[in-house]
């Protein structure tokens, strides 16, 4: 199924008949926010549309892309959000319900951001020389959100899946998309995906399971760091992303350097020339400085 | 006086039947109220333990079932898999296109339209609040079905052969 095709289909007809004429092809970002105007982020710019969103109808796009089991889809709201077929996230925020210090539903939903998926195979080409360097490097991708980390790793996955045994740890769903325990992308012949799982427990658990070559994941944070050494110290190789501007934000992220310097190639993404564009990348003991700033994906 | 005769013996057959149908009425409204609570408790089932998407657990609900109450369940179910319509929509739909062919009273429909508007709105907790909830209130239902089965139902049945008798007796 298209992109267009799972997105309209996940909206109330009221706000799809208002894009159903659009082109999908540029589109990242469908935004609805309750009580403002339609907004859709395309080719760089945001353009809002004259329907101003209810709060009805967020309540009844959650319906939808939930199948009417909130109950069902309690732990991704917690977290919020929900990934449809195709891989395509659904962002949500509203009111954080709390108990314990934890959150226990996230409710009144205000706003809802689709964030369109796409498998762009090639993306990783530019990359590919740095992480197979001799021996494969424990690689780490830093950049802010919508700068390509997720499209980058889902190549690398399909380019290592068909020379090594590789295990996608795949928390949000999104390097795979899995639907009813299919991959929606290629993601290689020889690559694993546990599906929707914490990083810190998917970690020891693939390592045990499936004797991977390489584990690959999505947005690494302070709470993984422990299962990311356990990995490494077992001769696993690590392809991660983070979220970041420098590389000196993430090490305060992760909590100090040592992690950091387990990683023998950093690559760090802006959207200077669009998604995907190398803005440096770092070496052990080698900085090869600023890239040509060309762009991976578009 | 043979023709007349004849003539008596279907006008009280028919009223009779009528009688029977009517009294049957109530009999059916209490398997029906019955059939409705043990459905809740599957759907409570899959909610709570097996956290199944709401579709999935509405048809698999009505396939357990064997009166008409299970093609609510159905239709709801299937009515879902269409994209674009929320489970309360669906079970209203299915609830409306059923309600013809059920024994039951408004005050059972109200209950059901009720628990339909809560349908997959929020998590497990208030999913199986709600269906205990329309429980209890289909429990008080039951007793009040009960009760009108033992009131009625032989009146309904006397009365549709007193009925029949009364009128061939006009007729000679």
């Known amino acids: 199924m298209e992109a ?13 008949k208002e894009i159903s ?39 009844q796009t959650l319906q939808i892309i939930s199948g009417s089991s909130v109950y069902a889809y309690i732990e991704e709201i917690k977290n919020c959000f929900i990934t449809l077929e195709g891989g395509h996230r659904v962002g949500l925020c509203g009111r954080a319900v709390i108990e314990g210090g934890r959150i ?50 889902r190549d690398a996955a399909r380019q290592l899946g068909s020379r090594f045994k590789v295990s996608v740890i795949d928390e949000r769903g999104e390097i795979a998309a899995m639907h009813k325990g299919m991959p929606q992308y290629d993601i290689g012949d020889m690559t694993d995906v546990l599906d929707l799982c914490p990083k810190a427990i998917g970690i ?60 023998g190639c950093i690559i760090l993404l802006g959207r200077r020339n669009g998604p995907g564009t190398i ?20 | 006086m043979l023709v007349k005769l004849l003539g008596c013996i279907i006008i009280i057959l028919c009223s009779a039947k009528i009688g029977f149908e009517e009294a049957a009425k109530y009999s059916t409204r209490v398997k029906e109220i019955r059939e409705l609570q043990t459905a809740l408790a599957a759907l409570k089932g899959e909610i709570g333990f097996c956290r199944t998407p709401m579709s999935q657990a509405l048809t698999r609900t009505g396939q357990k079932l064997k009166s008409s109450v299970s093609q609510i369940f159905i239709k709801a179910g299937e009515d879902l898999k269409n994209k674009g319509k929320s ?24 209950i059901l339209s009720t628990f339909g508007k809560l349908l997959g709105v929020n998590d497990a907790g208030g999913q ?6 329309t429980s209890q209130k289909l429990a008080i239902c039951e007793k009040q079905a009960l009760e009108d089965e033992r009131r009625f139902a032989r009146l309904y049945r006397s009365l549709g052969i007193i009925g029949g008798v009364f009128i061939s007796i006009l007729f000679i």
């Open chain 2, 128 to 133: 199986i609040e709600n269906i205990e909830l």
């Open chain 1, 21 to 59: 004429d659009i082109s999908f092809s540029d589109i990242e970002e469908i935004r609805l926010r309750a009580g403002r105007r339609l907004a859709v982020y395309s080719a760089g710019r945001y353009t809002c549309f004259g329907h101003i969103v209810t709060c009805g109808e967020i309540e």
């Open chain 1, 204 to 263: 020891p658990l693939m390592l045990r399971s499936m004797s991977p070559d390489v584990i690959i994941t999505d947005e690494i944070a302070g709470c993984d760091v422990e299962a990311i050494k356990q990995a490494l110290s077992c001769g696993v190789r690590i392809i991660a992303t983070a979220h970041g501007d420098n590389v000196w934000q993430v090490k305060k992220r992760l909590g100090g350097g040592s992690i950091m310097e387990e990683f």
């Open chain 1, 104 to 153: 226990k539903n996230i409710i009144h939903i205000s706003g809802v951001n689709f964030r369109i998926a796409r498998q762009i195979k090639g993306a990783a080409d530019k990359i590919m020389p740095y992480i197979e360097k001799n021996n494969i490097q424990n690689t780490l991708i830093i950049s802010p959100p919508q700068c390509g980390k997720t499209t980058i790793i």
């Open chain 1, 279 to 298: 803005e440096r990348i770092e070496e052990i003991g080698i900085k090869t400085g600023s890239k040509s700033g060309q762009s991976l994906i578009i």
């Open chain 2, 87 to 110: 489970a309360a929509e669906a079970w209203e739909a299915a609830l409306l296109g059923v309600q013809k062919n059920l024994s039951l009273k408004n005050d059972e429909i109200y």
């Open chain 1, 4 to 16: 267009k095709e799972i997105i309209l289909g996940n909206l109330p007809s009221s706000v799809s």
